[in-house]
């Protein structure tokens, strides 16, 4: 499965979350490092649900980019 991570760049550190997995979070100093750790909160947090007999939501969210022409 492939679910659509938002990373978010803060003024120390990077953000990442998961839109189709409600509290599957990540914060890391680097882009690179909050890239890693989310692939591994998506897993662990999928575990989680396993254990508790829970059912594995559907990866639905997608991305898109809208191009906004500024104006001067």
């Avoid at 659509?4 to 998961?18: K, M």
């Avoid at 508790?52 to 104006?71: C, M, N, Q, W, Y």
Wanted: glycine share 6%; aromatic share 6%.
């Amino acid at each position: 499965m492939r679910y659509v991570i938002i990373i978010e760049e803060g003024e120390n550190s990077f953000g990442a979350y998961v839109p189709d997995l409600p509290g599957c979070v990540a914060v890391a100093e680097t882009k690179i490092e909050v890239l890693e750790l989310i692939a591994e909160a998506i897993e662990f947090h999928l575990e989680g649900l396993r254990e508790d007999g829970k059912l594995i939501p559907r990866p639905l969210s997608t991305t898109e980019f809208v191009e906004i022409h500024a104006s001067q």
